[in-house]
């Protein structure tokens, strides 16, 4: 057991060195590696120790060790299955509106490679439905030049897509405030009595943003989903494992 915490630590630690190598070491989800690294460590510590001086933690401590880690890994198992269900989701060619969420934007207006994936996958989409309509969704960082959704219909009208057939929304914040934004925005341009919207964001997005769309009262709703970096797809995918546990503890969504 020992061995095994050591090459958990081991590993979350040349991870954490991998992923900031690729996106940088900014204050973020990064450093959950690191702490890891560290957990793992300690715990192999801990039993190194308590094995040299032969003694044992006691029954009832070891029991419910295994049983709360046993009931996590189910959980963890659970929400990995469901969000690898929306990997290869597909929307039907004939949707009126689609709403394109937003990532990080570079001091030159240009997106980052993630966004470049959901824009390209929102051109494709747009491309072959001639009559669909985009709201590109999300505000301003810190760090960004520009509301990314204005740097994304810059990107879209680049690469051949109408301005007529774009409008923005560049206040939210979040995926929640995507949702709750574009809202209006979609429904406007959405024909009568037929608001069936596609999103388009990372394939290991789809599932919180669907069930937020969901939880706001969306009736039809249909993903399209971008291709991530494989080398950033644990970081990803264990950072969007904690946010759905947060958004399903404050309700914005009611289950997985």
Known sequence: MRQLFLVLGTASLIY????????GTAPGFLYFWLFLALFCFGISLMLRWLRRHQRRLPCWLRRSLITVSAAGLLLFGWIQFRIFSQFAAKAPADLPVILVLGGQV?????????LSDRLESARLYLEAVPEAVAVTSGGQGRDEPCPE????????????IAATRLITETASRNTYENIRLSEPLLRAAAAPNAFRVGIVSSNFHGLRALGLAANA?????YFIPAPSDPLLLPHNLMRETFALLKDLLVGNLSGL
Request: glycine letters at 8%; a negative charge.
């Open 16 to 23: 954490f060195f991998l992923v900031a190598l690729s996106i």
């Open 106 to 114: 570079y001091p030159d207006r240009t997106p980052s490679p993630i």
């Open 149 to 160: 959704g204005e740097a994304m219909a810059e990107w879209l009208c680049s690469k051949g």
């Open 217 to 221: 009262g969306w009736e039809e709703i």
